[in-house]
């Protein structure tokens, strides 16, 4: 099936350990997003890689670190986890930009839900 | 930083009654997007809106953009209960910075 997926899709660890989360597209897009929803369901852009390159780095805690090792695939790594860091991750992807004209739509992954004790 | 404003946060209405969902925000955009999410689910895409005036219908769900008063509405007709989800707007700038509402849960209530 054409989609976003992630993995894992629940992940319970305990505060400093490290994690990482995976994200592959084969919708061929260009362009990938890791959001953090919070328990408010609170949606928050974190990152933004255009074919590889890092173009949108909100203010996130440098502990988070997102690897692209190719267009398809956008990781995410989380060093020293804290209770804060509990939230829904969900990576996105979106077409290559055409123009001003063009619907230029994000599809979702399914998300994983990072529950830190 | 744009910044978007969804209103009421919490909708709770009967099935068969009309309601609008409001979505202000403070900067020029290129585009302004419609997403649902259901419980424990991921974002689904419902309108894209491109241009001032743009209005898009899918069953009973119809969004319209007013750029010049920065509005976008999600507009409800004889609400039925499988639309109950958490509806977000989202403003993308410099094409692909997207900022998300607060979202709106809404129920709806046989």
């Known amino acids: 099936d054409t989609a976003v997926s992630q993995t894992p899709k629940y992940l319970v660890t305990q505060m400093g350990n490290d994690k990482s989360i995976k994200c592959e597209q084969n919708?061929?897009?260009?362009?990938m997003y890791w959001y953090k929803q919070d328990s408010k369901k609170f949606l928050k852009i974190m990152f933004s890689?255009?074919?590889?390159?890092?173009?949108i780095n909100e203010t996130v805690p440098n502990r988070f670190s997102p690897k692209s090792p190719d267009k398809a695939h956008l990781n995410l790594h989380i060093n020293s986890l804290e209770l804060g860091d509990s939230a829904v991750y969900f990576c996105?992807?979106?077409?290559?930009?055409?123009?001003?004209?063009?619907?230029?739509?994000?599809?979702f992954g399914p998300g994983t839900r990072l529950t830190v004790t | 930083e744009l910044k978007v404003e969804q209103n009421p946060l919490f909708l709770s209405m009967q099935e068969g009654k009309n309601y609008t969902i409001y979505c202000n925000y403070s900067?020029?955009?290129?585009?302004l997007y419609w997403y649902r999410q259901d419980p424990g689910k991921s974002l689904e895409s419902l309108f894209v809106?491109?241009?001032?005036?743009a209005v898009k219908q899918e069953g009973r769900l119809m969004a319209s953009l007013d750029t010049k008063a920065r509005l976008s509405t999600l507009h409800i007709t004889a609400a039925v209960h499988d639309l109950s989800a958490t509806y977000f707007c989202?403003?993308?700038?410099?094409?692909?910075?997207?900022?998300f509402g607060s979202g709106t849960k809404l129920n709806v209530k046989p």
């Open positions: 919708l061929g897009h260009d362009t």
């Open positions: 890689y255009n074919n590889k390159e890092l173009i």
């Open positions: 809106l491109l241009s001032n005036g």
């Open positions: 900067t020029t955009s290129d585009r």
């Open positions: 996105a992807s979106s077409p290559p930009w055409t123009g001003s004209n063009v619907l230029y739509e994000q599809y």
């Open positions: 989202a403003v993308a700038y410099n094409f692909n910075k997207f900022y």
